[in-house]
């Protein structure tokens, strides 16, 4: 059984950065692929970010790009979200993902994945 734990959030001003991390115990796959998403209040959840176990791969959404890094360290079996340039629309409920990882599938809708963090606040204020 996948439990994911998510860590990191908080409150900071517009250009500044934050880390989040993502624990993983539990875990029954032996590839699988961890994501990130948000949601912001009243909005859907939408996908920020994902890295396979082996870090082949990446994907991050057009609205992050070169301000967001994700990398995992596998022998924590942790994943880390490093967000830069902060702006206030980035402010979200982060939520940490994790699935079994099939070469050739997409991973950048929530539905495709089946495990779940509890979620942490980012909120950027301008």
């Known amino acids: 059984q996948v439990q994911l734990v998510e860590s990191g959030g908080g409150s900071v001003q517009a250009g500044g950065s934050l880390r989040l991390s993502c624990a993983d115990s539990?875990?029954?796959?032996?590839?699988?692929?961890m994501g990130w998403f948000r949601q912001a209040p009243g909005k859907e959840r939408e996908f920020v970010s994902a890295?396979?176990?082996?870090?082949?791969?990446?994907y991050y959404a057009d609205s992050v790009k070169g301000r967001f890094t994700i990398s995992g360290d596998n022998a924590k079996n942790t994943v880390y979200l490093q967000m830069s340039s902060l702006k206030p629309e980035d402010t979200a409920v982060y939520y940490c993902?994790?699935?079994?990882?099939?070469?050739?599938?997409?991973?950048?809708?929530?539905?495709?994945?089946?495990?779940w963090g509890q979620g942490t606040q980012v909120t950027v204020s301008s």
């Open positions: 539990g875990r029954t796959f032996r590839w699988y692929i």
């Open positions: 993902a994790a699935e079994a990882y099939y070469y050739g599938r997409s991973y950048t809708n929530p539905a495709d994945f089946g495990s």
């Open positions: 890295i396979s176990r082996n870090g082949g791969t990446i």
